[in-house]
């Protein structure tokens, strides 16, 4: 049973426009949501974050929006740089749940000179 | 501080044998998380430790198994190694909810 899913496995796009990466849950109680970022060779790395009592979170380039009643989420990179080709992983994780982290698995994005 | 170090980087085994992982956190974390990376199916979780007690599991068979030391550094072992456990294994230690990778240790089984 898949409770985050990133139904897209790739993404390509050209360098300067804006590449979103969508991910979808299915479990109601899951109250804090990830992104980690991940290049070939290393573990994957945090790059932003969103608490369920919030719908929008920004940290330079990146942004993440959050649709509860949709149980989506979307990661937008404005604008996309070169060095943002890597794969990124959706988690969610939920209060009382400690550390369990549960990921997505990943959307390879490509951004094209 | 230094980061999250696994060992080895790369394991060859081949199929029944056994394996131990090795996970050094970074300093001060006491929770230590082990994931397992396969092509098309993301990270799955296999377990986490906090103060040397396994604290959740995934889904994973009895054959995987863990364990957390005084010092927070934890070792993963697989028994019976399957042509399936071929993967990249990650380790993390968290944070205030933020998770913190090693570079991971990459076992093939042959």
């Known amino acids: 049973d898949q409770q985050v899913k990133q139904n897209s496995p790739s993404l390509s796009v050209q360098e300067g426009r804006i590449s979103i990466l969508n991910c979808d849950y299915t479990n109601s109680m899951f109250d804090y949501f990830l992104w980690y970022k991940k290049y070939p060779a290393e573990g994957p790395t945090f790059l932003i974050s969103i608490s369920s009592i919030k719908d929008k979170n920004e940290d330079g380039r990146f942004t993440v929006f959050l649709n509860k009643s949709a149980k989506h989420l979307s990661l937008h990179i404005v604008p996309s740089q070169p060095g943002d080709s890597a794969v990124y992983f959706c988690?969610?994780?939920?209060?009382?749940?400690?550390?369990?982290?549960?990921f997505g698995t990943g959307t390879k994005l490509q951004v094209i000179p | 501080k230094a980061g999250v170090t696994q060992t080895p980087r790369y394991l060859i085994k081949t199929r029944g044998q056994q394996v131990t992982l090795s996970c050094s956190p970074i300093s001060g974390h006491r929770s230590v998380s082990w994931y397992q990376q396969t092509p098309g199916q993301g990270l799955q979780f296999l377990f986490e430790y906090f103060s040397e007690t396994q604290r959740n599991k995934g889904n994973f068979p009895g054959r995987f198994s863990g364990r957390q030391f005084s010092n927070s550094r934890s070792e993963m072992n697989v028994s019976t190694l399957e042509l399936g456990d071929s993967a990249l294994y990650l380790c993390?230690?968290?944070?205030?909810?933020?998770?913190?990778f090693g570079a991971g240790t990459r076992l093939s089984v042959l």
């Open positions: 988690a969610a994780s939920f209060s009382g749940g400690y550390q369990k982290v549960t």
């Open positions: 993390a230690s968290s944070s205030l909810g933020i998770q913190y």
